[in-house]
């Protein structure tokens, strides 16, 4: 049996970092991981650019059932401190908007960067883990051999992307030393709709508009993205994370301008809502706004009349009540997970047992769209590698 004094399950973001950071501390490192190769997701992500990380990261940006848990890690290792590593690499980046940062180039120089800075750490790939013992020490029992070590870091990641290898494995650890696991779901995901209004936006797949999309107390200005299924796009993918199935999600159509202002304008009353419409939206987004709610011929004025509160409602408190997310084929992470309660917010260690960590996706801390899920898996795994 091979002895080492941290052994990572799990090759992704938060287990590379927590690896990079625990080598340069001196410790005998082993990272074993089920893929073939390490960092699979970090290569897919940002469509190949990797969006790794959110100058604007604060706790705020995350969803968690104890929001505060995650300051103590995101101020020991800050999106600027990661910076400083992309920059040693001479890594060229861009800022897409509000503080999210992707690869001029590839993701490739990402993963590359990790690797390189966690070279003395040793790597077992297609390495299945069948038990876990906790003696004095943890005994991993593997499909290519047992290993031990004084400390255990579980970075095994989430369910979402499947095809990549994401399993619920975990969670299951983390069941197994009586740690409460809040059930998994995925996040930034796109929306089924019910059937009356998938009646009306079916036809619509691949029209995209940008609207304002509000869900409890989050509001997000972004593109939508109409599927055969529903809604997807950047604002889908933001409000989904905030999402319950008896949510109702409320769209504004036309956010950059009043409604108001328009109907009182005698320039326009003689104007069918239509052909207004029209020149603000995508014409096949106002005929079905329009055949829904039975506006179709009617002017401008004949609507100020008898429709106001109903055109304004349509247009900019229009609701929308989702069926669901489409689920974990689609979602870019899984949101909730192992208890936050469980662990100790300055270094990741589970408070019940010595020497057991839990880091990255698997723990219910789960960041919006831009780059704040990487932000995450940097800072726990910097804090868990300081101290195992």
């Not at 973001?13 to 089920?34: E, F, S, Y």
């Not at 095994?156 to 650890?173: C, P, Q, R, V």
């Not at 304008?265 to 709610?293: G, M, Q, S, V």
């Not at 974990?328 to 010595?354: C, H, I, P, R, W």
Request: with cysteine.
């Amino acid at each position: 049996m091979s002895n080492y004094d941290v052994i990572i399950i799990g090759a992704g973001a938060a287990g590379l970092m927590c690896a990079r950071v625990a080598t340069a501390l001196g410790k005998n490192v082993l990272v074993i991981d089920h893929n073939e190769k390490p960092g699979r997701k970090i290569i897919i992500s940002g469509g190949g650019r990797c969006n790794f990380t959110n100058l604007n990261a604060t706790y705020e940006n995350y969803l968690c059932k104890n929001q505060h848990f995650v300051k103590s890690a995101l101020a020991q290792y800050t999106p600027y401190d990661f910076l400083d590593m992309v920059g040693k690499y001479k890594i060229k980046y861009f800022d897409k908007q509000y503080g999210a940062l992707f690869c001029q180039n590839s993701s490739q120089e990402i993963l590359n960067m990790l690797l390189q800075e966690c070279s003395k750490a040793k790597f077992q790939m297609n390495c299945k883990t069948s038990k876990i013992i906790k003696s004095d020490c943890f005994e991993v029992a593997t499909n290519l051999g047992n290993f031990k070590a004084n400390s255990l870091v579980v970075a095994t990641g989430g369910l979402s992307i499947a095809k990549l290898g994401a399993t619920g494995f975990g969670y299951d650890i983390a069941r197994q030393f009586n740690l409460k696991v809040i059930p998994p779901k995925p996040a930034l995901d796109g929306f089924k709709l019910n059937k009356d209004d998938l009646k009306y936006f079916y036809d619509l797949a691949g029209v995209s508009s940008n609207i304002l999309i509000s869900i409890k107390h989050k509001i997000y200005k972004e593109p939508i993205l109409f599927t055969h299924q529903g809604l997807s796009g950047p604002a889908s993918l933001k409000a989904s994370l905030y999402f319950d199935e008896t949510d109702i999600i409320k769209i504004n159509w036309l956010p950059d301008f009043s409604l108001n202002d328009s109907f009182y304008d005698t320039n326009n009353l003689n104007i069918k809502l239509e052909n207004f419409l029209n020149l603000h939206l995508p014409k096949r987004l106002t005929a079905a706004l329009i055949d829904k709610h039975n506006f179709k011929n009617l002017k401008l004025n004949e609507l100020k009349r008898k429709y106001f509160s109903d055109i304004i409602n349509l247009l900019q408190n229009y609701e929308v009540k989702p069926v669901s997310t489409i689920g974990y084929q689609k979602a870019e992470v899984t949101k909730f997970g192992v208890d936050t309660d469980e662990l100790y917010s300055n270094s990741m260690e589970v408070k019940s047992v010595k020497g057991l960590y839990f880091i990255g996706e698997v723990v219910d801390v789960t960041g919006e769209l831009g780059g704040y899920n990487f932000q995450w898996a940097w800072s726990s795994g910097y804090v868990a590698g300081l101290n195992v």
